[in-house]
């Protein structure tokens, strides 16, 4: 279900990511889906970010839509970024699989309420 590509020094528990995804694509009415994270340093998703978004900076987390071979798609965080901005990884992975399920939160106030709201009910049932 979750294929994780740590590519930095941080220590993670698959199983919590694995609990993580299970509950928010339970709650979304998701068959069970595959994910792949991958946890990069600044530099790499500076790069990254640079070269699909057009911005030149590091983010705490991108999210790349897949659907190829029942893979819903790929998560990129930054643990660094994500430490700088004072928000938990289980948060932005969170935000990630909301932005598969196509979830945008730069389309509209209305979208972006209805996502963070979500984002809080999921993060809520895994504290």
Same mark, same amino acid.
């Given at each position: 279900?979750?294929?994780? +590509?740590?590519?930095?020094?941080?220590?993670?528990?698959?199983?919590?990511?694995?609990?993580?995804?299970?509950?928010? =694509?339970?709650?979304?009415?998701?068959?069970?889906? +595959?994910?792949? =994270?991958?946890?990069? $340093?600044?530099?790499?998703?500076?790069?990254? +970010? !640079?070269?699909?978004?057009?911005? %030149? !900076?590091?983010? %705490?987390?991108?999210?790349?839509?897949?659907? %190829?071979? +029942?893979?819903?798609?790929?998560?990129?965080?930054?643990?660094?970024?994500?430490?700088? !901005?004072?928000? !938990?990884?289980?948060?932005?992975?969170?935000?990630?699989?909301?932005? =598969?399920? $196509?979830?945008?939160?730069?389309?509209?106030?209305?979208?972006?309420?209805?996502?963070?709201?979500?984002?809080?009910?999921?993060?809520?049932?895994?504290?």
């Amino acid at each position: 279900m979750i294929e994780i +590509n740590n590519l930095t020094k941080i220590h993670l528990n698959k199983g919590t990511f694995s609990t993580v995804a299970k509950k928010v =694509l339970s709650g979304e009415n998701r068959r069970t889906e +595959n994910i792949s =994270l991958a946890l990069v $340093g600044k530099k790499e998703i500076k790069k990254i +970010n !640079k070269k699909f978004r057009k911005k %030149d !900076k590091a983010t %705490d987390v991108l999210s790349f839509e897949l659907k %190829d071979k +029942n893979l819903l798609g790929e998560i990129i965080i930054c643990p660094e970024v994500v430490k700088e !901005k004072g928000e !938990k990884i289980e948060e932005v992975f969170i935000h990630g699989i909301l932005h =598969l399920l $196509g979830y945008d939160h730069e389309k509209s106030k209305s979208q972006a309420e209805e996502m963070e709201k979500r984002q809080e009910k999921y993060l809520s049932k895994i504290k």
